[in-house]
Every structure is written in structure tokens, then in C-alpha cells.
């Protein structure tokens, strides 16, 4: 067996099933689920039709490099969302099936498997994939604290020259999870500085891109920051994004990885031997998807809706505040965030997700501990009546 394996740790969900495991929640309320970021808005109608009227496809082995025009539909997106021209979809595109396996596998392609002391950089809390992905790639994760004090910012200066010297790619997470942080402009130029002086890696993961409640303030994407910087060819940059979260058709496990055409050659001969090219027919789905955004605006006009009528409900001791992208409320508890999960699951029926388990001890803290994550994905009168359990919850402790 892989030895690396035994390094991992158990994934935040099995974290999750330990801690109520045997705990008998409330019978008298009915259950409600907010620890799991999984979309729950209807997948739109167009996009099922064209999967279903697609079923042809499966018939023939695609191509690991997709098909040209599913390459020109994502960087035309790409052109139209961040203002990016001259995108080449042969070259600076790459469709893959979904941000989770494509973020974990380029790990793989980037990481010298024999480079002793080989560093991951990535937020922290992060999603877990960044440190399974470099833990298996023979490197070592450090992590960018995203606290309180700083903002729920990731500060370069956490780590020192020594540390960076080592570092071979940094995962950059904008609309953060889970904090719903977005990369300023200034923010991602001292990182391609960093880059520029280190000569590392940045995957950009922007599958949170186009959740955001305010419709004339998209968040700013690494790309789009790369060209306003004059960065041509977007040197060691690669951004993840998916049609899951904005498109609600997480099943589909479509996506794409889009930057430096060097690296993305490199990741396609990795994925060609990895064997994970898109079915036809999701290809086909997806041609649908990204050359539309009226379902798109209506996806985010629920989240809105949710967050105007949830964020008034927490009141102190609890805090929170809307987040600049994603669906999610990191939602600062007044204890222990693991118990305080443990109690609302058992007296009111109500599920979320411990923040120290999206987050490891570094720096002397653990910047996940005393939060909780709360993913708004239920119906609109679900997670109302959530955070009026957890608001009763939170008084009586």
C-alpha cells in the first residue's frame, strides 16, 4: 500500500459522523441539513435536455482534451465574465470533470515526486482536497492562517523567505470556503510577485466564482487580475472553476482548468494517461450551460433572498456577516465549535459542519476553532427556521 496514505486525515464529514455518532437528535423537530455544501437549487431544464438529447455520445470514447466546441464555450465564458481577451481555447483551456478531481490530480502533475522538502502553500481553513492533494504528491502542506485579526485574509507574511523558497504551488481559494473571502487586486499581485521570485505554481479554485450577492460586483478572478496586471500568457497561473455551484448540476462533474498553456500541455498529458476524459454527453450539457447566464442570475437571486432573511436572525452571542461570494455563513459560536455542532444536532435537529475540522493547527492556533460553517443550500423556509433553532440554541448556552 501507499504509505502516504496513512497521512491523511479523515475527511471533515467522517470528523462529522463521529461526533453525533450515536447522539439521537430532537424527534419533535424535523431534520435540517446545513453541513454539507451541496447545491440544492433545481438543475435548469435547457441543460437536462441537452444531456438527455445527447445520450447518443456515450457510444464513443471522448477526448481527454475535450471537444473544440466546448473549449470555445468556456473561454468565450472566460472572455465574457472576466473581460479577458485573446483567450485561446485550444491552448489555455481544459475541460475536466469537475474542480475536485482536476485540483487534486494537478498536484500530481506539478510536484516532483523525488524534490526532498517540496512545500504546498494553501489557506487555512481550505478545502481538504489541497492537503490530500499535496500529501500524496510527496510534499508537505504549510498553511496561510485566514483569522479573525487579519480579516479572514491569507497574509504572505505568515511564512518566511525560507519557507517560500521551498514552496512548489500555492492554492489560492477566491470566493473563499469558507469564509467567502475575495482576493483584492493587490492581494494577487503580491502573490505573482512571490511567484515571479520563487518560481511556484498558483492553482487558482474559483468554483464559489459566481455566487455573490451584489450583481454589479462579480468577484475579481486570477486571470482577470493577471491581465489588468499586464501578466500576458498568465505566467504559472491556472484557475479551477465548475459548472456544480453555478449551474447546480454538481452530478454533471463538469469543469474546466484554464492559464498558462505550458502547464496546461503538462496536465494533459498527465490526464491522458489518467484516463478522465468528459462523457460526450456531459460535454454537450455543458456547451449549454456555460453559453448561458440568465439561469445563472436567478441562482444567485436565491442565495440572495436566503442571506436577507437569515444574516438578521443571528444575534449575539453568535456573529456572522455576508460573505463576498459563495453560499455559505462562517458563524462565530460561543464555545467550542465542535460541542456547539454536538448540541444543536441533538436538541435541534439541526446539522453544521465543526470549523476546526476545515482547518489545521498552525501558527499556534487553529483558525476554524470557535466557528461553525453553515451551508444556506436548503429551501428558503428550511434555513430560516435553522437559524431560529440556532439562535435559541446559542441563547441558552
Known amino acids: 500500500m501507499n504509505p502516504r496514505l496513512a497521512q491523511l486525515q479523515p475527511y471533515p464529514f467522517e470528523k462529522l459522523r463521529a461526533l453525533t455518532a450515536g447522539v439521537a437528535p430532537n424527534p419533535a423537530l424535523p431534520a435540517i441539513n446545513l453541513s454539507i455544501g451541496e447545491p440544492k437549487h433545481p438543475t435548469p431544464e435547457f441543460i437536462r435536455a441537452a444531456l438527455a438529447g445527447a445520450l447518443g455520445g456515450l457510444a464513443g470514447y471522448p477526448a481527454t482534451a475535450g471537444l473544440p466546441e466546448l473549449r470555445e464555450a468556456i473561454g468565450g465564458w472566460l472572455a465574457r465574465r472576466y473581460s479577458l481577451p485573446g483567450i485561446d481555447p485550444a491552448t489555455q483551456v481544459l475541460p475536466v470533470n469537475g474542480s475536485r478531481e482536476a485540483l487534486f490530480a494537478f498536484a500530481q502533475t506539478v510536484i516532483d515526486p523525488q524534490g526532498a522538502g517540496s512545500l504546498v502553500a494553501c489557506p487555512n481553513p481550505f478545502y481538504q482536497i489541497y492537503e490530500g492533494a499535496a500529501l500524496l504528491a510527496g510534499a508537505s502542506p504549510v498553511f496561510l492562517n485566514t483569522g479573525a485579526g487579519s480579516g479572514y485574509r491569507p497574509d504572505p507574511a505568515a511564512l ?12 489560492a481559494c477566491s470566493p473563499g470556503n469558507p469564509t467567502g473571502m475575495v482576493l483584492r487586486l493587490d492581494e494577487w499581485k503580491r502573490l505573482f510577485d512571490l511567484s515571479d521570485r520563487h518560481g511556484f505554481v498558483i492553482a487558482s479554485d474559483e468554483c464559489y466564482s459566481e455566487i455573490y450577492c451584489d450583481e454589479h460586483r462579480p468577484p475579481l478572478g486570477a486571470l482577470q487580475a493577471a491581465h489588468q496586471l499586464g501578466r500576458e500568457g498568465f505566467p504559472r497561473l491556472v484557475v479551477f ?18 492559464g498558462d498553456a505550458t502547464l496546461l500541455k503538462s496536465f494533459l498529458l498527465y490526464r491522458t494517461y489518467h484516463g478522465s476524459a468528459m462523457s460526450l454527453a456531459v460535454q454537450q450539457a455543458s456547451i449549454a450551460a456555460w453559453r448561458d447566464e440568465t439561469h445563472v442570475r436567478e441562482n444567485r437571486r436565491l442565495y440572495a433572498e436566503k442571506y436577507r432573511a437569515v444574516v438578521p436572525l443571528v444575534k449575539a452571542p453568535l456573529w456572522t456577516s455576508v460573505p463576498e461570494g459563495g453560499f455559505y455563513l462562517w458563524l462565530r459560536v460561543p464555545m467550542d465549535d ?32 470557535g466557528y461553525v460553517r453553515v451551508a444556506l443550500v436548503a429551501p428558503l423556509a428550511e434555513c430560516v427556521e435553522a437559524f431560529a433553532r440556532i439562535g435559541e440554541c446559542a441563547s441558552k448556552l
Do not use: I
Request: glycine share 12%.
Open 160 to 171: 518566511t523567505q525560507a519557507t517560500w523558497r521551498g514552496v512548489k504551488l500555492l492554492y
Open 241 to 258: 472553476s465548475s459548472l456544480s455551484k453555478r449551474s447546480n448540476a454538481p452530478g454533471m462533474r463538469s469543469g474546466f482548468v484554464a
Open 338 to 369: 465542535c460541542e456547539f455542532a454536538r448540541v444543536l444536532h441533538r436538541d435541534y435537529n439541526v446539522l453544521v459542519l465543526p470549523g476546526s475540522y476545515l482547518a489545521r493547527d498552525a501558527h499556534g492556533e487553529n483558525p476554524g476553532g
